[in-house]
C-alpha cells in the first residue's frame, strides 16, 4: 500500500499531481496538509488534476481530492490519467456536495401572531393531508381484505392466528386487570356522589351502563393502541429498513395481502373478545365495591342489572369494538409501511402510530355517541 502524495505545480497550466492510496485508512496527515497547501496557495487556479500515479481511491479520498479542487478553482479542473473508476467516485463527491450546498436554508421559526398562524394552517393542511392517505389505505386494505375473504384458500392462516394471539391472547390479563380496577373507580365514584342524595342503589345502573356502552370498549382499545398497534408499526417498519417489503413485491407478494390483511382481520376479531372480558372484569369491580363498601349483594347487583340496565347497552359496547380493532390496525400498519431507512424514521411513526390510534378511537367514539343519541338509543 503505497502512501499518498500530493504536488502543486506551479506555472502557464497549474495542476495538482495525486500519487498513491487515497483511502480512508491512509489520507488522515493528507487532510491538514492539503488544507495548509491550499492556504499557501491562495486564488492562482487549477488548470488540471493529474490522476496517473493514482493506486488507490475510495469515497473518502474522493472527498479531501474534490474538497481541494473546488478550493483552488471554481470550476472543474480537468482531470489527467484517471480511470473511470476514479472519475465515478470524484463526480459522485462532486454532486453530493453540491446537492448539500444547494439545499434550501431552513428559516428559524418566529414567534409571532402571523407565524402562529402560518404553523396552525401548515398543521390543519398536514392534517387533511393524512386523512386522505389513511382514506386511501383504508380503501385499498379493504379490497384486499375482501378479495381474501372470497377467497379461502389464500388465507394466511398461520399469519392470522399468530396475530390473534398476539393482539389478543396475550393481551387478555392487562386488560382484565385494568379494567376490574376501573369499575371500582367508577362504583367509588357514583358511591360518593349518589351518598348525599341517598341514593346509592343507583350504582348498579352507572356501573353497569357506563361499563357496557362506553368504558370497556374504549379502554380495551386504547390498551391495545399502545401495546399492540406499536408492534405493529415496528415489525413492519423493521421489515422495510431490511427491504423485505421490496422482496416481496420483487417476488409478486402483494404486501396488503400478506402483511396488512391478517393483521386487519385478526383485530377485528380479537378486539370484540377483549371488550367482553374488558366488560366482565369491569363489573367484577364494581361488584366488589358494592359489596364491601355499599352493602349490596351480588344478587342484588345482578337482579338490579338485569331489571334496569337494557341488553342494548351491551350492543351499543360491542357494535364499537370492530371498528376499533380495523382503525387501530389500518393505522398501525400504515405507519410501518412509511418507516424510512434509519432507526429515527422508525421511532418517530411508531409514536405518531400510537398518538394517531387513541386520536382515531376517542373521535369514533363520539361519533358513535351522537349517532346513537340522534337514533333514540
Avoid at 497550466?13 to 487515497?22: A, E, I, K, T
Avoid at 384458500?153 to 386487570?177: C, H, K, N, Q, Y
Avoid at 367509588?188 to 357496557?212: H, N, Q, Y
Amino acid at each position: 500500500m503505497a502512501l499518498p502524495e500530493f504536488e502543486l505545480i506551479d506555472g502557464d497550466r497549474p495542476q495538482l499531481v495525486l500519487r498513491g492510496d487515497w483511502t480512508i485508512s491512509t489520507i488522515g496527515p493528507m487532510d491538514q496538509a492539503l488544507h495548509e497547501a491550499t492556504a499557501k496557495w491562495g486564488d492562482a487556479g487549477l488548470a488540471a488534476v493529474s490522476a496517473k500515479d493514482l493506486s488507490g481511491l475510495d469515497t473518502a479520498g474522493a472527498y479531501i481530492i474534490d474538497r481541494t479542487m473546488r478550493a483552488l478553482s471554481g470550476k472543474t479542473p480537468k482531470l489527467v490519467g484517471a480511470e473511470p473508476e476514479v472519475k465515478t467516485l470524484l463526480a459522485q463527491a462532486r454532486d453530493l456536495a453540491t446537492r448539500h450546498e444547494d439545499e434550501p436554508h431552513v428559516a428559524v421559526q418566529g414567534h409571532g401572531f402571523v407565524d402562529l398562524l402560518e404553523r396552525t394552517g401548515r398543521g390543519a393542511v398536514h392534517l387533511f393531508e393524512e386523512l386522505l392517505e389513511t382514506l386511501s389505505f383504508l380503501g385499498a386494505t379493504m379490497v384486499s381484505v375482501f378479495r381474501v375473504l372470497v377467497n379461502p384458500a389464500r388465507v394466511r392462516w398461520t399469519a392470522l392466528i399468530s396475530v390473534m394471539e398476539e393482539s389478543g391472547l396475550d393481551a387478555v390479563p392487562i386488560v382484565a386487570f385494568l379494567s376490574f380496577f376501573v369499575g371500582m373507580v367508577v362504583a367509588f365514584i357514583g358511591a360518593t356522589s349518589l351518598a348525599e342524595l341517598g341514593a346509592t342503589i343507583f350504582v348498579v345502573e352507572s356501573v353497569g351502563i357506563g361499563l357496557l356502552r362506553e368504558l370497556s370498549g374504549v379502554l380495551a382499545a386504547i390498551i391495545v393502541a399502545g401495546r399492540t398497534n406499536s408492534a405493529f408499526t415496528a415489525q413492519i417498519g423493521a421489515m422495510k429498513m431490511r427491504q423485505e417489503i421490496d422482496a416481496m413485491q420483487t417476488l409478486g407478494i402483494d404486501p396488503l395481502r400478506a402483511i396488512v390483511a391478517p393483521r386487519v382481520v385478526g383485530m377485528m376479531i380479537m378486539l370484540p373478545v377483549l371488550t367482553f372480558i374488558a366488560m366482565l372484569a369491569g363489573i367484577g369491580g364494581g361488584i366488589m365495591v358494592c359489596w364491601t363498601t355499599l352493602d349490596i349483594s351480588p344478587t342484588v347487583f345482578f337482579n338490579r342489572m338485569q331489571a334496569y340496565v337494557g341488553i342494548e347497552h351491551f350492543w351499543i359496547g360491542m357494535s364499537k369494538a370492530p371498528v376499533f380493532g380495523l382503525m387501530i390496525a389500518l393505522i398501525g400498519c400504515r405507519q410501518g409501511l412509511e418507516v424510512g431507512g434509519s432507526v429515527q424514521s422508525l421511532g418517530a411513526h411508531t409514536t405518531k402510530s400510537v398518538v394517531q390510534a387513541i386520536f382515531a378511537v376517542i373521535v369514533i367514539d363520539a361519533l358513535f355517541a351522537v349517532l346513537y343519541m340522534q337514533l333514540g338509543i
